[in-house]
C-alpha cells in the first residue's frame, strides 16, 4: 500500500515507529521499495556520497531533479521526499514554490523537505498552500554547516533547547506533515516528539522519535570516509561488493570467466565457412 503524508498521521496517532532511508537511483530505490520502508529520502547527501563533494553546498536542482526522477520509477510504495538543496528556497517565496514544484512535476516526489526553523515557516507556508506537503527540518541543518562552525549537536544549553521547542512548534503551525531532528539530545528530541501533533523523524536524536532515517550508504557499509556517531551498520555490503570485483578481476585474468554457459552458439559451419 502506497505511503502517503496520512499514513505518517495515523503512524503518530497509533504509535507506530516510522521508518525512512535515503536512496539516489533506480536499482537501490526499487530494493528499499521492496524491503517495506515507510518512505525514501532523496537527500542532498548524495553530493558526499555519490558525488564525492566535501558537504551538500555544491548540489544543485538538477541535481536533485535527476535522482528524485530514477527513485521514483523504482519505489512503488514508500513516500518519496525530495530534498531541496541549498539556495533553492532561500531567495524568495516565489523561487521556492516553484522549485519544490520542479521535484513533484519533474522529479515526481510525493513531497519535499526544507532545512530551517522559525526563519522559514512563511516559505513552508506558502509551499503548502501549493498543495506541496513539506516535512520540516531543524537540529543540525547541514546546509548552515558554516554558520554553525562544523557538525555539532545541536540544542545541548538552556537557550538552543529553547529555539529548537520554538522551531518545531513553528514549522507544525506553518503546516509541515512532519519534522526531521538531527544531532539533538535524546531527552530534548523525546520532549519535543511529545510536544508535537506531527511525526518526528531522528537521524542522531535517541530512540523517542516518531521514525529514524538514515543515510543508506552509511547503513550499509558503503561509505567508509566518515562515520557519524550516531550511524549503526546493518550490513557490511561494501566488504562484500570488494569481495566480489576481486573475485571478477582474479576469473578473468585466470580465463575462468566466462564459461561456456555464458556464451552463445552458432552453427560451426558458418564459422568455417567465414
Known sequence: MKNTVMTFKEAKKNGEKLTM???????TAKIVDECGINSILVGDSLGMVMLGYEDTLSVTMDDMIHHTKAVAKGAKNALIVGDMPFMSY??????????AGRFMSEGRANCVKLEGGKEICDVIEKIVEAK????????LTPQAVNA?????????????????IK????????????????????????KITDMLDIPTIGIGAGPGCDGQVLVNQDMLGLYDDFTPKFVRKFANTGDVM????????????DGSFPEEKHCFKIDP?????L
Do not use: W
Not at 570488494?242 to 585474468?253: D, F, L, Q
Open 269 to 273: 559451419e558458418i564459422i568455417k565457412n
Open 21 to 27: 532511508l535515503t536512496a539516489y537511483d533506480y536499482s
Open 132 to 139: 506541496i506537503p513539506v516535512c520540516a527540518h531543524i537540529g
Open 167 to 190: 522551531d518545531a512548534l513553528a514549522v507544525q503551525k506553518a503546516g509541515a506533515f512532519a519534522v526531521v531532528l538531527e544531532c539533538v539530545p535524546s531527552e530534548l528530541a523525546s
Open 90 to 99: 532561500n531567495t524568495g517565496i516565489r523561487d521556492a514554490v516553484i522549485n
Open 242 to 253: 570488494r569481495e566480489g570485483i576481486k573475485s571478477y578481476i582474479e576469473a578473468v585474468s
Open 148 to 164: 554553525f562552525g562544523g557538525f555539532k549537536v545541536q540544542g545541548k544549553n538552556m537557550d538552543s533547547a529553547k529555539k529548537l
